[in-house]
């Protein structure tokens, strides 16, 4: 089973609808991100929660909110989606306390089209 | 100029060869140096952690620089299951810093 899962994993949508994504991690990691990945551009850090309720903005928070209720979820939240929120989607969770060091583990992401 | 700066290929090398991936990065406060490995439309991995005194996992070799905020990435007797994306990782206590990668495949 994996230990870090995201759904859905392929996603159309329009113009100005709300959507959501999930993440499910079983690893009892207390640290999860959310990142979007573009063609050369790679990896950018959109949110990250330490611990249950704890949210901070990444690098490009902008148009997207997020929720952590409990430890092993954090859902990402597109509020009214435009085109260029057209990318690869992945959650990742690490625990530097239990790791050897700060390495993150990722979810095998969510493609998001908006039309 | 980005945090983590990595040349994005590819590089196309026979299978056999040895390959050098090197990245820059800017914040010296950094703290945590990894290499992760990327296939195609699929989540990133973790390869291995890169310490100042070299660390060395089967064929793959990983150096960091501190004084010149420099890691590399040595792949002996590539296997053509190495093609992938490789992304030079640098990192504080609190959030990683991902580079763009650089592509690697490796033919026959």
């Known amino acids: 089973d994996a230990d870090v899962t995201q759904t859905p994993r392929n996603r159309i949508t329009k113009t100005g609808k709300r959507i959501m994504l999930e993440c499910s991690q079983t690893?009892?990691?207390?640290?999860m991100y959310w990142y979007r990945q573009d063609p050369g551009l790679g990896l950018r850090l959109i949110y990250y929660?330490?611990?249950?309720?704890?949210?901070n903005k990444g690098e490009i928070s902008d148009g997207y909110s997020v929720s952590r209720q409990a430890q092993a979820k954090f859902s990402l939240s597109l509020e009214s989606a435009i085109p260029n929120q057209t990318a690869l989607y992945f959650c990742?969770?690490?625990?530097?306390?239990?790791?050897?060091?700060?390495?993150?583990?990722f979810g095998p992401g969510t493609r998001l089209t908006v039309l | 100029r980005k945090e983590v700066e990595q040349d994005p290929g590819p590089f196309n090398v026979p299978e056999g060869a040895t390959v050098a991936f090197n990245c820059t990065y800017s914040?010296?406060?950094?703290?945590?140096f990894f290499w992760y490995r990327q296939d195609c439309r699929k989540e990133p991995k973790l390869l291995m952690s890169v310490y100042s005194s070299g660390n060395e996992d089967g064929r793959f070799t990983a150096q960091l620089n501190r004084a010149s905020q420099y890691i590399s990435l040595l792949i002996r007797d590539s296997k053509l299951s190495d093609s992938a994306t490789y992304l030079c990782v640098s990192g504080t206590a609190s959030k990683l810093t991902f580079g763009t990668g650089t592509r690697l495949q490796v033919t026959l």
């Open positions: 914040n010296s406060a950094s703290q945590s």
């Open positions: 990742a969770t690490s625990d530097p306390d239990r790791g050897k060091d700060n390495e993150q583990f």
């Open positions: 690893k009892g990691h207390d640290r």
């Open positions: 929660s330490f611990d249950v309720k704890d949210i």
